[in-house]
């Protein structure tokens, strides 16, 4: 079984990066990328993506709002926040708005292949970037 993946970031460089990465997992496909909250929107549905990375920090609608408004519509789609920010506060947002991991951007190549296996599986993920637990 193939997961099928869509890339919300604002920087073509970091996505670019990371569908590199991706796309060297066996399991794993890049079916769409996003520039913005409101392109991420609308690619959900034509792309069929059952898994969603999303960047918090965008310019226009950004990830938080942009989660939401995808699992109104596609409530069966996973969604995983990306940052390179730790505030409790957004990352809390994240989780209300109803994603099901969050991965700090510093380790997104080596931590997101198994975000996205955990969440596509209906678990949670937390990257220990966060430092829960210490």
């Known amino acids: 079984m193939t997961l099928r993946v869509l890339l919300a970031d ?7 990066a990371l569908r590199m990465s991706l796309e060297a997992i066996p399991g794993i496909e890049v079916v769409a990328e996003a520039a913005n909250g409101r392109a991420a929107i609308d690619a959900v549905g034509p792309s069929r993506a059952e898994v969603v990375c999303m960047d918090i920090n965008m310019p226009g609608l950004d990830g938080i709002e942009a989660t939401s408004a995808i699992l109104a519509v596609h409530p069966g ?6 940052s ?8 809390a947002d994240m989780f209300r708005a109803g994603a099901l991991g969050y991965v700090h951007k510093s380790h997104a190549g080596t931590e997101l292949p198994e975000a996205i296996l955990r969440v596509s599986e209906g678990l949670g993920y937390l990257s220990p970037e966060l430092g829960v637990g210490d």
């Open 84 to 91: 390179a920010h730790v505030d409790p506060v957004r990352v």
């Open 10 to 16: 604002d920087h073509l460089l970091f996505r670019s």
């Open 77 to 82: 789609v996973k969604v995983i926040g990306l």
